[in-house]
Every structure is written in C-alpha cells, then in structure tokens.
C-alpha cells in the first residue's frame, strides 16, 4: 500500500488512520501537539510525551482527554508490544546518533503486531546537520542526529512499507521564517505473527449478542441483554465507517461476519479484499472473524447467494487453497458457518458433515454453528439435525447463530424476520449440552417494528445459554 509520495502531513496521516488497528497510540516528541490532537479526534487513545512544559500544558489544557506525559524522550520507556502507532516526527536532530539508533529499536520493539510506525527525522543533506544540535548523555552538544531510508532494512527488515519519503520540504516557522530542510520520512508496518496452531478452547467467552443493525442501534445501546456484537464485514469496507467501529468497540467485543470470502471459488478472493478484511478485523480488535461455507460467486458470476459446495476432491483442493491465503492475511481465528440451502447437494447428509469437518480440521478453523440454518437444512431435506450435529468436530464450535425463518409452501426460508422457531430452540439447547461454546448471536434482518420483541429474543437466547452453562 503506498499511501502518497509527497511528505508527511495532515492528509497522509488521516489517510493512513484507517489502517491504524485498534490501540494506544504514542506520540513521542509531541510538541504542540497537532499530530496527537488529529489522532485523538480520530478515536484513538493518544499518550503525548514531550519535554517542553509549556507546550505540553497547552496540549492538555486544550485537550484534558489526552493522556500526556513530560519527559526527555530517552527516558520514556517505550512497553513491548504495546502501541498500536507511534508517531515520531523530527525529534532526532536532538539526539545524537547512539541513541537515534537506540530509539529506532525501542520503537520496532514497542509496537504491536500490526502495530504503524510514522517517523520523520533529518537527513544528511538537511542544513542542520551541519551544526551541534543535538546533547549527549551529559548535556554537552553533540552532532545532529541523523536518518536515512536506508536504516529500513537495517533496523525494519521485513515491515511493510506504506509511505516512504527522502528529499527536500519547504518550511516556514518562527524565528527562521521560509527555510529548507532534507527529511527521511517512513510509515511502516510491524509484520504480524502467523497464527500457530490455534486452541480453541482458550478463547474469550462473549456470552450472548446480535448483529448490529443500523435500524436498531438505540435499542442495542440501551439493552442490558447483548454482551457483544456481531458486525457486517462486507457493509464496512469504507473507511469513512471506521468512526462507527471505533465507537462500538469502545464498549463492545466486535466480531466482524463476512459473506464474500467464497472459499468456494476457483482463485478465491481478491488480495484486496483480503487486506480490506484484515483492516476490519484489526479495527475491531476482535478474538476470531467468520465467513461462510460456500460459494458466492464462480469467476465470471456473481450469485448473490450463499451456495452449498459439493463434498469432493475439488472442492476441497480449493477450499483449502483459499482458506489457507485468507488465514496468511488475516492472522485471526477463522470460523466458518454452515449455510442454508434448499435443495441437497449430495446423495447423503452426513457426507455434507463428513466433509465440513475435514476442511475445518485440515484448515485448522472453527465453526460458527448457524442453529436455525441445521434446523432449516434438516427440515427442507428431510435430514436428521441431530445426527448432523454429532458428526461434526464439537471441539471446534466457537459460535452460535440464532434466528426465526419463514414458511412458504412447505419450505423453511432462512429470511432472518422474525421469532426462532420452537424445534430449533430444542436444536440450540442439545447443542449447548453438547458443546463448549464462546458466543451465541441472534441475526434479525427485517421487520425491525417493534424493536422490544426483538430484544426479548435476546434475553431468552441469553437465559438459555445461561440454563447450559456458558461460563463466563
Ligand atoms: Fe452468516
Ligand atoms: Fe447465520
């Protein structure tokens, strides 16, 4: 991703705070605090270190949310892995050149994975370093510290660059009026660690939840009954949603569901898709992210449906391609649901089971359990849920989905509208019996009038799941 090839400014750094993930953020040599303002108002926490008193207390006085901290920058201790950006702008004409190296390693150390470093710094060719700018350890002036492009494979090997910068920009600021300087500018990314094999039995326990829905955000907000929310990944992959994520994740565990992995296609999902998921999922901080089971499209077409795979060699050849590029990309927990379909896809159901449990186990992913689709599938091809349910590998549900469907001439329609059926909360209690599940989420879809009968479905959901001993 290459954000802009002009230097560091406003724009670029709004530009690059949607793919920021989720996080405290450090704003080391704050100044007057102009970069930590932009960040805070964006919605992340903001720590400004700065050693200049008077500059610091204008921050906080005009930003009391800020949390800042006045210090020599060498005596900050930077956390390991803490950060989830730190920005450092043109602080190391103040240090001498031992301890720009020294920063340029606690600064790889303290960010996360996935965590942004955004750093300026002079270069050889920038006037100023012609002078002793800079203090060594006992306060005597020392040469001016700098940086080049070149210390990125040295100190950041393997980062991802998103913004890379060497040259001339014009400056104008008291006392010196219009002037020249030469900067070496970076935004950079720590590589994420790939997932190890992952114990599912060591994930968080969300309790009970729903799908936000625009439609009934109030009443989402205001119940005592959701403990975490399920978003629509494929509705926010515009950045300018990220303010709704940061803002629900302030107060919930968000779990991003997708539709249009199609782990079913030939060539699977586009890299850009791929990395649009993995900004989502980095936004919500989330335990595990879920798709589908299923192909949405072929490489020509689209269905706009969730359709069922055959169980074969083929299939699962491409499946497993596709999870495993999907599981690269997004270093999560990856659970995949069961969707509905209505007419069988192989001669025998417990096949169907036979072959999700293979590629969950052999793609090392979980399963979000969609309850009301087994029940439906069961319903509409005459097959025993129950014995369906037993095939599958317990060990790995992770999730629940809850929702009521509609009849329509004879067949069980998946349309996420109203009441869960009674066989299926018979269904979903056998399952709770039988499984060790994190999170049960109810999906309503339409017919949001009355938004208490929907909240109501909630609290049963949450009442049973309390009944069957969700530990939380
Ligand atoms: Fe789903
Ligand atoms: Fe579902």
Request: aromatic letters at 8%; proline letters at 8%.
């Amino acid at each position: 991703m290459l954000l802009s090839d002009l230097p560091i400014d406003r724009a670029l750094l709004s530009a690059a705070c949607p793919w920021i993930p989720t996080g405290p953020v450090l704003d080391l040599g704050a100044g007057h605090g102009q970069i930590s303002e932009l960040l805070q108002a964006y919605g992340f926490p903001v720590t400004a270190v700065d050693e200049d008193t008077r500059a610091l207390a204008a921050v906080q006085a005009a930003h009391p949310e800020l949390q800042v901290v006045e210090c020599d920058l060498r005596q900050f201790e930077i956390a390991p892995e803490h950060w989830a950006a730190i920005v450092c702008l043109n602080v190391t004409p103040f240090l001498p050149q031992a301890d720009v190296e020294a920063l340029l390693m606690h600064l790889a150390a303290g960010l996360k994975p996935g965590g942004v470093l955004i750093f300026s710094g002079f270069h050889a060719d920038d006037p100023g370093c012609a002078y002793l700018m800079a203090e060594d350890a006992h306060g005597q002036p020392a040469p001016t510290g700098q940086v080049s492009l070149a210390l990125l494979p040295r100190f950041f090997s393997d980062w991802p660059v998103w913004f890379a910068f060497e040259g001339p920009v014009e400056d104008d600021h008291p006392p010196q009026g219009p002037h020249r300087h030469v900067l070496s500018q970076w935004i950079i990314q720590k590589p994420e660690v790939p997932l190890a094999t992952i114990n599912w039995s060591a994930l968080p326990r969300l309790g009970t939840g729903m799908g936000w829905r625009a439609a009934l955000h109030e009443e989402i907000l205001a119940s005592e009954a959701i403990e975490f929310l399920e978003i629509m990944t494929d509705d926010h992959h515009s950045p300018e949603l990220d303010q709704r994520l940061l803002a629900l994740r302030q107060r919930y565990t968000l779990v991003p569901h997708g539709v249009e992995l199609s782990p079913g296609t030939p060539g699977g999902a586009s890299e850009a898709y791929l990395k649009d998921v993995a900004r989502i999922v980095a936004r919500c901080d989330s335990p595990w992210w879920s798709d589908h089971l299923c192909y949405t499209h072929s490489p020509r077409y689209r269905t706009h449906s969730l359709n069922p795979l055959p169980p074969g060699e083929e299939s699962l050849a491409t499946v497993l391609s596709n999870l495993k590029r999907a599981r690269q990309n997004i270093p999560r927990p990856l659970l995949l649901e069961n969707p509905a379909y209505y007419a069988a896809v192989s001669p025998d159901p417990l096949q169907e089971a036979a072959f999700f449990k293979q590629i969950v186990e052999s793609a090392d992913c979980g399963i979000l359990l969609d309850v009301a689709n087994l029940m439906g599938n069961a319903y509409n091809l005459g097959l025993d849920p129950y014995t369906y349910f037993d095939a599958l590998p317990a060990e790995r549900i992770v999730q629940l989905h809850l929702a009521g469907g509609r009849l329509l001439e004879e067949v069980l329609f998946d349309t996420h509208d109203r009441p869960i059926w009674q066989e299926t909360w018979e269904l979903l209690r056998y399952v709770l019996q039988h499984s060790d599940v994190r999170a049960v989420s109810l999906e309503w879809d339409d017919n949001y009038e009355v938004p208490a009968r929907i909240l109501e479905e909630v609290q049963a959901l949450r009442r049973v799941q309390r009944q069957f001993g969700l530990r939380l």
